[in-house]
């Protein structure tokens, strides 16, 4: 079983619309989680970190629930610009983070 | 800002060849790694290190291996390039355990 796991989308929304992404995560021992964005053959950006209370920037709010290990994002006014990849991240404290496969977005004019 | 740096953004060699991929990043982090990504496979983790001179293995060594001499750079050697290596490859940096990683550009790498 992959560790972090995300629906590949694609997600297709109007302007303006709420779109909402889950991810899972099996290994419950996983203590730091991020929303990484990635655009069309471009490098992954830190979109945001995701904290145990739950965070918002802007537009997004992240959310954590340890009790059903998952994490999601959430994105208000949907924008054009918003179409890209999202990647689900987990660390579990080891050196190296697990990244789920990303979910596609598109907004749509 | 952090700057992470990768020598090429495309690259273009042949079967059998010996390939060199740099990576330099500029915040004096101790953490480094080489990825490679691949349509609906993801992001997979080829070596990272934690520190000069040490390494380690992750999900997809084989035919592949890294250099750290100095903090800064981490160098992915292919040492007999095949064609099931034409990738993104991507390398990345931290400083503190969990905190984000940071990404180079890419290096969309051909082999021919």
């Known amino acids: 079983r992959k560790e972090v796991e995300q629906d590949p989308g694609p997600f297709n929304v109007p302007e303006g619309a709420t779109v909402a992404f889950n991810c899972t995560y099996s290994?419950?021992?996983?203590?730091?989680f991020f929303w990484y964005r990635q655009d069309c053959r471009k490098e992954p950006k830190l979109l945001m970190s995701v904290y145990s209370s739950g965070n918002e920037d802007g537009r997004f709010t992240a959310q954590l629930n340890r009790a059903s290990q998952y994490i999601s994002l959430l994105i208000r006014d949907s924008k054009l610009s918003d179409s890209a990849t999202y990647l689900c991240?987990?660390?579990?404290?080891?050196?190296?983070?697990?990244f789920g496969k990303g979910t596609s977005l598109l907004v749509t004019p | 800002d952090v700057k992470v740096t990768q020598s090429s953004r495309y690259l273009v060699k042949r079967t059998g060849e010996k390939v060199f991929l740099e990576c330099v990043q500029d915040m004096d982090h101790e953490n480094m790694f080489w990825y490679r990504q691949d349509p609906g496979l993801g992001l997979r983790l080829i070596y990272f290190s934690y520190d000069v001179k040490m390494k380690e293995k992750g999900d997809i060594p084989e035919g592949y291996s890294v250099s750290r001499e100095k903090k800064e750079r981490f160098s992915l050697i292919l040492e007999s390039a095949s064609t099931n290596q034409t990738s993104m490859y991507l390398c990345a940096s931290y400083g503190q355990i969990d905190q984000p990683q940071h990404f180079g550009d890419g290096t969309r790498l051909s082999i021919l």
């Open positions: 290994n419950s021992a996983s203590q730091s």
């Open positions: 991240v987990c660390s579990n404290s080891g050196y190296a983070l697990n």
